[in-house]
């Protein structure tokens, strides 16, 4: 008896002993169809895990040939740091002659388990993706890998599964920033960061607490914060700033968080970097749209799109096998600008 992904309506149909236009129809709530039929062949699927292929079956009805279709999750679409590696997973994909479906997950385990359902569903070719931040289980990634369909993790990467994953060296890309920070004078350096259930975040924050320790600075517990955004990053800022020994710079997961930081550190009369330096992690256009001009980590987003384009795509085509696990690092560099001395 075959289940999921192995079973055809042909299966369905020599099973119950019913013609394949029947099984397909039924499928799709045919009034020509009873309704006890209907329910017992819907049963049936149901029970066996069947999963109908939607795009080929569009494709044959439009007798066009079968596309080369690549799924990519992303976070947020707003953010600009995953928006260029879409824009290199698009150019990697395009050159070799695939498609990309996009779907966003908003952050969110539910809709990200969603997304992979759908993808597998519809029969893409593989799947790359950055989990959403409050993923804490995994089994809709791993039922990909069951099911014997290429992962490619970047960014944020699931350490439950084991897949291959492109990421920026993060852990060096703070401890730069840090060490910029210290050598400029800069004593009681504040950290803004995503949770260290995130990979992304433990490794940040390690680059940054290994930079002050290397120096001789102790991290002060009072000067990290759990913040990733600029709405928060303005709301917070005041209070940071009010401790009886406030911070004199900062180092920021994100752009975004960073001129959050910027403009709340300015209505509150501090001159930047005279009074407080400050540093950012993406390197995107908002980075040059502030004032100061940021500081900031580029992660090269547009580079790192490319790779996991490439190993999918590999793995798809056999030139690397499909149970390879590669792990690739794209190295980061800080750029200088005016919110630093």
Not at 262 to 289: H, Q, V, W
């Amino acid at each position: 008896m075959k289940e999921g992904s192995n079973l055809t309506m042909k299966d369905i149909a020599r099973d119950l002993g019913v013609s394949v236009a029947t099984v397909s129809r039924a499928l799709k709530d045919s009034p020509r169809i009873s309704v006890e039929k209907r329910e017992e062949i819907k049963k049936y699927a149901r029970e066996h895990n069947f999963l109908p292929n939607m795009i080929a079956e569009t494709l044959r009805k439009s007798k066009v040939q079968p596309l080369k279709i690549i799924g990519v999750i992303v976070p947020q679409f707003t953010h600009f740091y995953f928006s260029s590696v879409l824009a290199g997973i698009e150019e990697e994909a395009s050159a070799r002659g695939y498609r990309v479906m996009v779907a966003q997950s908003g952050e969110k385990y539910d809709k990200e388990v969603q997304i992979c359902k759908s993808f597998y569903e519809n029969k893409v070719c593989g799947v790359i993706v950055s989990q959403a931040k409050d993923s804490i289980k995994y089994d809709h990634f791993q039922q990909l890998v069951d099911h014997g369909l290429p992962l490619v993790f970047y960014d944020r990467i699931s350490t439950g599964v084991n897949a291959s994953r492109v990421v920026v060296d993060d852990y060096m890309g703070a401890y730069a920033a840090v060490t910029h920070l210290i050598d400029t004078g800069c004593k009681r350096i504040a950290y803004y960061g995503v949770s260290l259930n995130l990979e992304i975040g433990k490794n940040r924050y390690n680059g940054y607490r290994d930079a002050l320790l290397k120096h001789g600075l102790k991290p002060d517990d009072r000067l990290i914060r759990i913040c990733d955004n600029r709405a928060d990053a303005e709301a917070i800022t005041p209070d940071v700033m009010e401790l009886p020994t406030p911070p004199d710079s900062f180092f920021a997961v994100n752009d975004d968080t960073a001129i959050g930081i910027l403009y709340s550190c300015k209505r509150m009369g501090y001159r930047i970097p005279d009074d407080i330096s400050i540093c950012g992690f993406t390197n995107g256009e908002r980075a040059i749209a502030c004032e100061p001009m940021l500081t900031t980590v580029e992660q090269r987003g547009l580079r790192v799109g490319e790779e996991a384009a490439n190993i999918l795509i590999e793995k798809v085509e056999g030139a690397l096998p499909k149970d390879s696990i590669e792990k690739r690092v794209v190295r980061t560099r800080l750029i200088i600008r005016g919110t630093t001395r």
